[in-house]
Structure formats: structure tokens, C-alpha cells
């Protein structure tokens, strides 16, 4: 048994979380995502359920334990919206906005095409698919390195 962490995360998720190093990416996804195509790409081929979540809350609890990459200039990216490249959901704002307030600093977020996401994607190290109605909600989020204070 654990403390501090959300009920939220299946130990699936956790698993991956901790297996993950600095610079892989987590492919966080709504439910009209072809997940289990992509997932088999995967580093580790895996598609991993999050029933009942939205994408806010799935983001909520995974970035409260996983470190985005600040290294990078966009530790996140999001998937255009097909005709109209530029505009941004208020879904894909409220991500931006917990990755911000999770890292207490501001993050940066690209946009990527639909198939050059779905690319990208084949590329990260594990699918976690959320029951998200609302389209577009398809991250990568870029895992960072936790510094050692001692």
C-alpha cells in the first residue's frame, strides 16, 4: 500500500511512470484515439485504460508525480485541430494550464499535426487512454529529471 498517490493511477500506470527516463514521452489520449494501433509501436507496447477519467483529470494525477522536461522548450504537445491548425480548445488550454501550475513555472506546448502526432506517438513509451469525449485531447508529455537537493 501507497501513500500520496492518486487513486487515479492503476498500478499499470504507475508501472510505466517509474520505468520511464528523461526524455521519453507519454502519450496521453481521448477515447477516439486508435490507441491499441499505436500503442503496439510503443516502447513498451503497452495500452493502458483509464475508464471513467477526463483528460483534465487524468493530466491532474499523472503530472502530479511525473517531472516534465526542462530542457526542452515544449515538454508538451497537443494535436492540432485538423483545418485550422492555430486554434486552441479550451480543453488543450486547461492542460497547458495544469502542466504550468504542476511545475510552478511556465511550460511550453507545440502543436503538432494530426498524423505527424500520431508519428510521434508510435515513438513514446506507453498509450494511456482516458474516456475524454471532447476531440483533440491527445498529448505527449516529456518526462524530466528530479534533481537531487541533498
Not at 494530426?114 to 516529456?142: M, N
Amino acid at each position: 500500500m501507497l501513500k500520496n498517490i492518486p487513486a487515479t493511477l492503476s498500478p499499470d500506470l504507475m508501472w510505466c511512470l517509474a520505468s520511464m527516463g528523461h526524455g521519453e514521452r507519454l502519450v496521453l489520449v481521448d477515447r477516439n484515439f486508435p490507441a491499441h494501433d499505436v500503442a503496439r509501436h510503443t516502447s513498451t507496447g503497452k495500452l493502458i485504460e483509464l475508464p471513467g477519467l477526463d483528460i483534465s483529470q487524468a493530466t491532474r494525477a499523472i503530472l502530479s508525480v511525473m517531472p516534465l522536461d526542462d530542457f526542452i522548450p515544449a515538454p508538451v504537445a497537443r494535436m492540432q485541430v485538423v483545418g485550422d491548425p492555430g486554434k486552441l480548445l479550451p480543453m488543450q488550454a486547461e492542460v497547458h494550464q495544469i502542466a504550468k501550475d504542476a511545475e510552478g513555472r511556465d511550460v511550453g506546448m507545440e502543436a503538432l499535426e494530426r498524423f505527424s502526432f500520431y508519428e510521434a506517438a508510435k515513438q513514446g513509451f506507453c498509450v494511456v487512454r482516458t474516456s475524454e469525449f471532447r476531440p483533440y485531447g491527445c498529448f505527449l508529455f516529456t518526462m524530466g529529471v528530479i534533481f537531487d537537493k541533498r
